[in-house]
């Protein structure tokens, strides 16, 4: 009886011991999700600012650009088109505005201060509140999973225009229209959809500009102007 019993709990230590925790997948062209909830990545949250997909954007179109705040220039040794540089350049702190340098001069008064400089225009109150939400929920590189693109009801007054004010409207304004291209009014939108270049270049098609700079727009927003470029580009 006594063997028996020996026997049995040996073979339960050899089938504890032989337990091993499952190994993390890293697969190439997937981002690891950095949410700490598990998968590569989550559904939105409509709460929370994403790095990547709310704050990034803004600063490629208004700040990370030749001149300014791209790689190559790095005026005053600030590099503004990845987390890890907006972090570490623009000396960001998570949960506290106050001691970020990138929201100081963002929401500076002084024109030789302020960033954007003049003659480019400031960033929107809509904008500033995104990155200031951003920094005081830690400022982190979150991502996440669009699971609802709305493509009924668009119009320029109600989608296109948001988006171009995000992507775009930095480099193309009614100030600073780069190639003479205006995309922060309807008029300059309706110019460019009526020509066919706009969706040349958000697709990154062949014999077009790459736009906008520092990546491809999402694909839920290249799908919206899409079919409001073939619905005749309203207007509201």
Not at 68 to 84: F, I, K, P, Q, R
Not at 126 to 140: M, P, R, V
């Amino acid at each position: 009886m006594k063997r028996f019993l020996v026997l049995g709990v040996v073979y339960m230590w050899v089938m504890a011991s032989c337990q091993h925790k499952p190994t993390e997948l890293n697969v190439p062209g997937i981002p690891k999700d950095t949410s700490g909830t598990g998968g590569n990545k989550q559904p939105c949250d409509s709460t929370i600012v994403y790095f990547g997909r709310d704050v990034l954007p803004i600063l490629n179109s208004n700040c990370a650009m030749s001149g300014c705040h791209d790689a190559g220039t790095a005026s005053d040794g600030v590099v503004l088109n990845s987390y890890d540089k907006v972090i570490n350049t623009g000396k960001v702190v998570p949960f506290d505005l106050n001691s970020s340098d990138l929201y100081e001069v963002i929401t500076e008064d002084k024109p030789d201060k302020i960033m954007p400089p003049p003659p480019r225009p400031k960033l929107t109150a809509t904008q500033i509140a995104l990155i200031a939400k951003w920094i005081n929920q830690g400022a982190k590189n979150l991502v996440c999973d669009e699971q609802i693109c709305d493509t009924v009801n668009i119009s320029y007054a109600n989608m296109i225009g948001k988006t171009m004010t995000t992507y775009c409207a930095g480099c193309h304004n009614a100030n600073n229209p780069s190639a003479g291209v205006n995309l922060s009014n309807y008029e300059g939108m309706a110019a460019i959809a009526a020509n066919g270049k706009l969706i040349g270049s958000i697709t990154h098609a062949a014999g077009f500009k790459a736009m906008p700079q520092g990546g491809k727009l999402p694909a839920c927003e290249i799908k919206q102007i899409q079919k409001w470029v073939a619905m005749g580009y309203p207007n509201n």
